[in-house]
T-cell receptor, first 108, second 117 residues
């Protein structure tokens, strides 16, 4: 399998930066996704990395190192609405495998 | 609206019963995926269909089955329901068999919340 590990919870202040790390077994994944999920709602696509390096999209950036089995999602200029669960997911054999998610709480 | 439609949104049923969850993928998407998310649990992959054929299977119980019809909508059938089957069931779709794509990802429906009492 491709175990995906990410921290359970993180807390940060409005306007700050938070980095959510994700590690996984290096074999098998063709790419790595990040999704945002508010409680009781559907996950929504944030980013996709297939090559090593940093992908920047507005306040969100995602980084991938395939050799290290490591990715992170960087959230800048945190807003209250960013309080949500952030899911790291690897794609392999036509399916996405998700980590358990990191619950980010943004405080004023 | 993500373009992926799931019905019903909520379902309450008794143990031992059977239910059917329905999913219509985004227009043009050929792949449909089913996921289960229990309270405080991650998304667990159940099964994938591509253009009517089963493509990949995850930790799906034998009491559960699914199919994809010629019009590409999919149904997930859950039978002999147990209390532990209470969860959010998500359907997702993508345009090609599993790749998602750089600017694409999988598009999720809003889910069906199943409560077994």
């Amino acid at each position: 399998g491709q175990n995906i590990d990410q921290p359970t919870e993180m807390t940060a202040t409005e306007g700050a930066i938070v980095q959510i790390n994700c590690t996984y077994q290096t074999s098998g994944f063709n790419g790595l996704f990040w999704y945002q999920q508010h409680a009781g709602e559907a996950p929504t696509f944030l980013s996709y990395n297939v090559l090593d390096g940093l992908e920047e999209k507005g306040r969100f950036s995602s980084f991938l190192s395939r050799s290290k089995g490591y990715s992170y999602l960087l959230l800048k200029e945190l807003q209250m609405k960013d309080s949500a669960s952030y899911l790291c997911a690897g794609i392999n054999d036509y399916k996405l495998s998700f980590g358990a998610g990191t619950t980010v709480t943004v405080r004023a | 609206d993500s373009g992926v439609t799931q019905t019903p949104k909520h379902l309450i049923t008794a143990t031992g019963q059977r239910v059917t969850l329905r999913c219509s993928p985004r227009s043009g998407d050929l792949s449909v995926y089913w996921y289960q998310q229990s309270l405080d649990q991650g998304l667990q992959f159940l099964i994938q269909y591509y253009n009517g054929e089963e493509r990949a299977k995850g930790n799906i119980l034998e009491r559960f089955s699914a199919q994809q019809f010629p019009d590409l909508h999919s149904e997930l059938n859950l039978s002999s329901l147990e209390l532990g089957d209470s969860a959010l069931y998500f359907c997702a779709s993508s345009g090609v068999a599993g790749t998602g794509g750089k600017n694409y990802g999988y598009t999720f429906g809003s889910g069906t919340r199943l409560t077994v009492v």
